[in-house]
């Protein structure tokens, strides 16, 4: 992207964003290049062609530009992101989000520890939320198909925090330390966590699992008579459907 002069904002329709978008980028760069030491003011103005005062009639502050870079990275993330809608093999496709994750971190390590070692950095980003989406998604997959072993914001939680946890442990590590086994372990401890052994489930779908918990329901104990007599029959109209 062509670097513009020392003025406020990129001249042409546009400009103002156009010079924003411009100082995220050198922000990013900066801080991929050389660590979270290197995004001064004075550093990322000269890296976007801007005298530094400007920096802050683009910025609240400092803050809200490194929050801005976060979006960027989670933007990034997002597009790298791939959202198989029918996957053959919910598990496989737990495994290959959980590696995408971990791999993001480890090529994008000083923007991934800012990203994810400073608590709801970015957190509020339409990116971010998206990627959160993607995998809700692949959670709500393992649940129709009978593989998740628990609610589905804790399996989030679980699957989030092991990745996160992962890339943060292994840069905390000297490359002596660095053993790729870790990272396997913890994502098939992951997946012991959030999954089942066999899906509870055989058939997959909505009418499998109105099936499989029907047939559970006369074990249960926390549902009236009269409420379980309703959920059957509720139960029953959508097996039917399958």
Known sequence: MPRGTKDDVTPGPGGRELTRRRVIEAAADLLGREGREAVTTRAV???AGLQPPAIYRHFADMDA???????HGYATF???KHAEPNPSDPLEDLRA????AVEFGLANPALYAMMYGEPRRG????AFQAGMEILLGRIRRLAAAGWLRVEEHLAAAIIHATARGAVLT???MSDDQRDPTLLTSLREAMVTAVTNQKPDVQDPGA????????AALPEQTALSSAE????NEWLGRIAADG
């Open 123 to 126: 957190t509020t980003s339409a």
């Open 65 to 71: 530009l490194l929050d801005a870079v976060a979006e």
């Open 228 to 231: 379980q007599h309703l959920l």
């Open 97 to 100: 989000g959980w590696d995408l």
């Open 78 to 80: 997002l597009a790298a």
């Open 170 to 172: 292994w840069l905390s």
């Open 207 to 214: 009418a499998g699992a109105a099936r499989a918990l029907r």
């Open 45 to 47: 103005a000269a890296a």
